[in-house]
């Protein structure tokens, strides 16, 4: 099993980028998909989900409205658009599987596959 993400990068504020994330190895389609992010210093925190047929997601309180998760089952890919960067966003960036077909969760203990990351630097 396999989560390959990329698209980071140095940015300004206000920038926009979009985050991929390839999966293989589990039937992508079956599960819900997750972002997380850690920035330096700081402990892992979720970012947003999307249930497998993309009629939900949820969104932590500080990316709503300029953050939106996708997906395309087809491609085994999940995305995140991120818009109005601030530099609060400099993490770095994780898509994670969850460890069941039917679990769609913000919580962190709940995903067991993460992909190696992808750093967002925003600068002000």
């Known amino acids: 099993v396999q989560l390959q993400a990329s698209g980071g990068g140095l940015v300004q504020a206000g920038d926009s980028l979009r985050l991929s994330c390839a999966a293989s190895?589990?039937?992508?389609?079956?599960?819900?998909m997750a972002w997380f992010r850690q920035p330096p210093g700081k402990e892992r925190e979720f970012v947003a989900v999307?249930?497998?047929?993309?009629?939900?997601?949820y969104y932590s309180d500080s990316v709503k409205g300029r953050f939106t998760i996708s997906r395309d089952n087809n491609k085994n890919t999940v995305y995140l658009q991120m818009n109005t960067l601030k530099p609060e966003d400099t993490a770095v960036y994780y898509c994670?599987?969850?460890?069941?077909?039917?679990?769609?969760?913000?919580?962190?203990?709940?995903?067991?596959?993460w992909g190696q990351g992808t750093l967002v630097t925003v600068s002000s």
């Open positions: 190895g589990r039937t992508f389609s079956r599960y819900a």
């Open positions: 994670a599987f969850p460890r069941t077909e039917m679990t769609f969760t913000n919580r962190r203990n709940e995903y067991d596959l």
């Open positions: 999307i249930n497998w047929d993309s009629t939900e997601t």
